[in-house]
């Protein structure tokens, strides 16, 4: 805990390239996933297939995925990000695909009747209906991510996890207590923030 106190500028530092790693993983995560879930949803015998192999995936050891990938693109961040965009496409294309799947029958026979398109059904009424179930699973990967990237300073990703490493590799209790300690507010926070969002859009719905 006197690590953070002592040295809170390396502490803000490796806080800061934790949450650009997590973000930009999401962000990401989320151009893929988008689609997907669409797809996933549109047509149930391809989105079987898709949950599945997103499934396995998902399934695979972080440690193992990270040593896999880093035989293929080095060290480095940008392996840390194809690693944190694939473990989080299970998740995301699931709430996606499910919360479209929610929306009743009822609201989507008026938005024919209306005389939307499907491209606009989806944007104007589908979307809106099924974000309450997108910004949890958002929120879900999110949270995920944050652990995840913890894993990944393994690999000179950088973030709140090198300093786990470091206090492992140095025998210094203290810095391994203020990387784990960083991590899990920022966990909470993200939680948090989320989730108030994901009561907001349910309150809209």
């Given at each position: 805990m006197?690590?953070i106190?002592?040295?809170?500028?390396?502490?803000?530092?490796?806080?800061?390239?934790?949450?650009?790693?997590?973000?930009v993983?999401?962000?990401?995560?989320?151009?893929?996933?988008?689609p997907?879930?669409?797809?996933?949803?549109?047509?149930?015998?391809l989105?079987?297939?898709?949950?599945g192999?997103?499934?396995?995936i998902?399934?695979?050891?972080?440690?193992?995925?990270?040593?896999?990938?880093?035989?293929i693109f080095?060290?480095?961040m940008?392996?840390a990000?194809?690693?944190?965009?694939?473990?989080a496409?299970?998740?995301?294309?699931?709430?996606v695909?499910?919360?479209?799947?929610?929306?009743?029958?009822?609201?989507?026979?008026?938005?024919?009747?209306?005389?939307?398109?499907?491209?606009g059904?989806?944007?104007?009424?589908?979307?809106?209906?099924?974000?309450?179930?997108?910004?949890?699973?958002?929120?879900?990967?999110?949270?995920?991510?944050i652990?995840?990237?913890?894993?990944?300073?393994?690999?000179?990703?950088?973030?709140?996890?090198?300093?786990v490493?470091?206090?492992l590799?140095?025998?210094?209790p203290?810095?391994?207590v203020?990387?784990?300690?960083?991590?899990?507010?920022?966990?909470?926070?993200a939680?948090?923030v989320l989730?108030v969002?994901?009561?907001?859009?349910?309150?809209?719905a």
């Open positions: 006197s690590f106190f002592r040295h809170p500028d390396i502490v803000a530092a490796r806080f800061g390239e934790h949450v650009l790693l997590t973000a993983s999401l962000a990401i995560a989320l151009a893929i996933a988008f997907l879930g669409v797809l996933t949803a549109r047509n149930p015998r989105g079987a297939i898709t949950l192999v997103l499934n396995v998902y399934t695979i050891p972080s440690l193992a995925l990270l040593a896999i990938l880093v035989a080095g060290l480095g940008p392996t990000i194809v690693a944190l965009v694939a473990y496409q299970m998740i995301l294309v699931r709430n695909a499910t919360g479209l799947l929610g929306v009743s029958p009822a609201a989507l026979d008026a938005a024919d009747g209306l005389g939307y398109t499907r491209f059904r989806l944007i104007h009424i589908e979307l809106p209906l099924a974000l309450p179930a997108i910004v949890g699973g958002i929120r879900i990967a999110t949270v995920s991510l652990g995840i990237a913890t894993v990944a300073a393994w690999i000179d990703a950088g973030g709140l996890g090198a300093l490493f470091e206090g590799h140095q025998d210094d203290d810095k391994i203020a990387g784990s300690l960083a991590a899990i507010v920022l966990a909470l926070v939680d948090g989730r969002a994901e009561r907001w859009t349910a309150s809209r």
